[in-house]
């Protein structure tokens, strides 16, 4: 059973789970962090950023790896998850860039990236908390329904729903790309715990799946029900549901 904390808003949430990750590199220094992209988990880097510079905290040891990226963006594309990683996460911190890992979306070697950051993950000995936001369809990482729960990282094709709901990021939806790679479920619940957020309205119906609904594979949150650790940060409108 997940802990579920309800927040009064996104700061306070981001305000929660920074203190424990911050005490958790203060324990371990080299503490691998599982990085989401997506407006949610930017409370909790802002967070982070406030509470490095308090607390002076070293972070140059901590080693990360993103949940997802985009497959087939041109090298550099502002609106690729290492893009985005590296502007919203590893700038603001002072994280060491070569500690933080996103998955290879380039066309060229696509076919053994998702194997290559498997291993990776593994050699680094595993992820020690793992954020999370939840799409509107219940997807995390971008493992959309249907996905396995036996799902390593691998590429997907996006669903027209998510395609949508990412458009804001592009020019237009035509714009958003296709495919993408993933770290599959089994991969998320490998890490030794899972902190997931969710805020508004519009995430009260994937957030009640994910925590209430039956687990399934045609809802993909509802597998952090399988894990032993996992905390919910929730503000009161994302918990409406539950
Ligand atoms: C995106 C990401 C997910 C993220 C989700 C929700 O497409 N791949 O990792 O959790 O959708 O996004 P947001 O937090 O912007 O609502």
């Known amino acids: ?3 579920i904390v309800v927040v009064r808003d996104q700061d306070a949430a981001g305000d929660l789970a920074a203190r424990s990750i911050l005490d958790l590199i203060a324990a371990k220094p080299d503490t691998v962090l599982g990085l989401a992209t997506g407006s949610t988990p930017l409370a909790v880097y802002r967070a982070l950023e406030r509470g490095i510079r308090e607390r002076g905290v070293d972070v140059s040891h901590v080693r990360g790896y993103a949940l997802d990226e985009y497959v087939g963006l041109p090298a550099g594309h502002p609106e690729s998850y290492r893009a985005v990683i590296t502007r919203e996460v590893v700038e603001p911190l002072g994280l060491t860039p070569s500690l933080i890992h996103v998955p290879n979306g380039s066309l060229d070697g696509i076919e053994h990236a998702g194997a290559d950051y498997e291993r990776a993950i593994a050699e680094s000995g595993g992820v020690d908390v793992q954020l999370l936001g939840i799409g509107t369809d219940g997807h995390i990482g971008f493992n959309e329904p249907g996905s396995s729960f036996a799902s390593i990282t691998r590429v997907k094709t996006l669903t ?3 395609r949508k ?5 592009f020019a237009s939806e035509d714009d958003v790309p296709m495919h993408c790679i993933t770290q599959g479920l ?6 030794r715990h899972l902190m997931l957020l969710a805020f508004g309205e519009g995430k009260a119906e994937a957030l009640a799946g994910a925590v209430e609904g039956p687990v399934s594979a045609s809802n ?3 597998a952090i029900q399988l894990h032993p650790h996992v905390t919910v940060l929730v503000d009161e ?3 409406s549901r539950l």
Do not use: C, Y
């Open 1 to 3: 059973m997940a802990e």
């Open 160 to 162: 027209e729903q998510t």
């Open 165 to 169: 709901d990412n458009a804001r990021f």
């Open 186 to 191: 089994s991969t998320i619940l490998k890490a």
């Open 220 to 222: 993909p949150g509802s």
């Open 237 to 239: 409108a994302a918990a």
